[in-house]
Antibody, heavy 124, light 107 residues
Framework: EVQLLESGGGLVQPGGSLRLSCAAS????????MTWVRQAPGKGLGWVST????????FYADSVKGRFTISRDNSKNTLYLQMNSLRAEDTAIYYC?????????????????WGQGTLVIVSS | EFVLTQSPVTLSLSPGERATLSCRAS??????VAWYQQKPGQAPRLLIY???NRATGIPARFSGSGSGTDFTLTISSLEPEDFAVYYC?????????FGGGTKVEIK
């Protein structure tokens, strides 16, 4: 069974940093692109970042570009999101999600399954 | 950026009724749309990808259609567990984007 377990969320002051982790199990982690999606309280879903299988290819939403860094450690089956210069508008539940399949954009940009999420609150 | 507009925002229906949800793209995105279901306190779940392909384990009462700019998610006969929020998402180009969601509530 595929499992994704996020951790690292919490309360941080504006301008601060956090590193989120997503521990994956139940599949060959290195075969799949991985993605972070966030959801502000009571709001809809927002794509944050995607990383390719090897970690070479990374993509970011404009709202986080230059502040957030996605990375992965395939030897540890773990996905990361380093978040710097945090703002109040970054407050959200952050979900990690596995790509549906391994065949290029046709399946790597659909998300299945998702973890349960970790809550990040940016507030003074 | 491809903007996805979902309608209606809220759909009030009774169990057993048919639900029709719409997702409209600001430009053609071929058939590169997925639909997700999210229940309160839970993570989203993939229902449909590439406009009409059901994900693994998704009941046949869920179907998707459309291409270009107009897409539809249909639930043929609502079960009690189907009352939730539904989001569409496009993969045509970066940035990946979601629609604002449609809440299907019990009438």
């Amino acid at each position: 069974e595929v499992q994704l377990l996020e951790s690292g969320g919490g309360l941080v002051q504006p301008g601060g940093s956090l590193r989120l982790s997503c521990a994956a199990s139940g599949f060959t982690f290195s075969n799949y692109a991985m993605t972070w999606v966030r959801q502000a309280p009571g709001k809809g879903l927002g794509w944050v970042s995607t990383i390719g299988r090897s970690g070479t290819d990374t993509f970011y939403a404009d709202s986080v570009k230059g502040r957030f860094t996605i990375s992965r450690d395939n030897s540890k089956n773990t996905l990361y999101l380093q978040m710097n210069s945090l703002r109040a508008e970054d407050t959200a539940i952050y979900y990690c999600a596995k790509a549906l399949g391994i065949v290029g954009p046709a399946t790597s940009r659909w998300f299945d399954p998702w973890g349960q999420g970790t809550l990040v609150i940016v507030s003074s | 950026e491809f903007v996805l507009t979902q309608s209606p925002v809220t759909l009030s229906l009774s169990p057993g009724e048919r639900a029709t949800l719409s997702c409209r793209a600001s430009q053609s995105i071929n058939n590169y749309v997925a639909w997700y279901q999210q229940k309160p306190g839970q993570a989203p779940r993939l229902l449909i990808y590439d406009a009409s392909n059901r994900a693994t384990g998704i009941p046949a009462r869920f179907s998707g259609s459309g291409s270009g700019t107009d897409f539809t998610l249909t639930i043929s006969s609502l079960e009690p567990e189907d009352f939730a929020v539904y989001y569409c998402q496009q993969r045509s180009d970066w940035p990946l984007t979601f629609g604002g969601g449609t809440k299907v509530e019990i009438k």
